[in-house]
C-alpha cells in the first residue's frame, strides 16, 4: 500500500518511509501529542531539527512509545538537522551529539544540512547585526560541512546524510565533490512547486527527494482548494490533502506533514493510489507556481506565522 512505501537509500543503509511527520510545531506539549499520534496512526519517519527548539519533545514521545512496548526503535526512522550556527566543522559533532541527547536516540537515520548558508558561529541562532541583518560565517564552505558530515557518516552513529532548502545548482557542486553522496535532499515541493528537474537530477543519483510543504502552506493561492485537486477528491471520496500527498508519494518523492489535529494526522497517512489520469491531470492542468518559503534564498526560514500552523497543516 501506498502509505508504507519505502524508498531505498543509496549509500546502502537501508530504506526511508516515503510518509513522513514533520514536526515543526511551536508548543512542546502540542509536539509531543501529535508525535504519539502520529505514531499510533502508523507514521514511522519524523522529521526534526535543531532548529526547531522541540527535539525533546519529540524525543520523549519516542521513548515513551517505545517503553510501552508499542513499537521499537528499529521501526523508526529520525531525521534531523544541522542549524546554520553550527555549520564550521569543529561544531558539527558536538552539534550531532546534542541532537541525539535531546531526542534520546543512540543513532540518527538521516542528518541533514538544514540550509548551505553558514551563519555566525554561537548560540544565537538567528544572529543580526545592528541594522537587523543576518550575520553570515564567510569563514566556511559547504563542503568544508559536508566533510564534517561524511566523518559522522563513517562512525555509524549517523547512518545517513543529506541536504536541506538548497537549489539544483548548489546540490550539484556537493555530489560533484562528495566522498559520500548525499542520500537525501529536503526541499519544498507540492503541486505548485512540482521541482521536476530537481526530482530527475535526484532519480540519476539515486537521492531520495523529499518534499516539506507536501500540502502547501495554508496561503493565497491555496492549493487545497485548487479546482483539480477538489474535482480528484469529490470523485474518488477522498480529502483533497489525500490527494496531494497521494501525488507526493506516486511521483517517486517521499513527503513530510503535519498537524496536531487527531483527525487530520489519521488522514494525512492513509492514503492510497491515484488513478493514472488523476496523476496526468495534476500534472498537465495545474498551471500555478509558487514558492511559499523563501529560505532557499536567505538561510532566514521564511515559515508562515505560527497562528496559521494548524490551516497550513490541513
Known sequence: MLRYKRIPLNDGTGTMPAVGFGTLIPDHNATKQAVKTALTAGFRHFDCAERYRNEEAVGGAIRESIAAGTLSRDHLFVTTKLWNTNHRPERVRPAFEESCRRLQ????DAYLIHTPFAFLPGDEQDPRDEHGHVIYDRGVKLIDTWRALEELANSGQCRSIGLSDVTLDKLKEIVEAARIKPAIVQVESHPYLPEWEMLDYCRQHGIVLLA??????????????????????????????????AWAAQRGTAFLTTSVTPRRIEQNFDISSLPEDAMRQIREHITTNFRFNRVVETG?????PRVNAEQAAK
Open 300 to 304: 532566514v526560514p521564511g515559515f508562515i
Open 105 to 108: 536516540v543512540d543513532y540518527i
Open 212 to 245: 516539506f510543504a507536501a500540502l502547501g502552506h495554508g496561503m493565497t493561492p491555496n492549493l487545497l482548494e485548487d479546482p483539480v485537486i477538489t474535482a480528484i477528491a469529490a470523485r474518488l471520496g477522498r480529502t483533497p490533502a489525500q490527494i496531494a500527498l
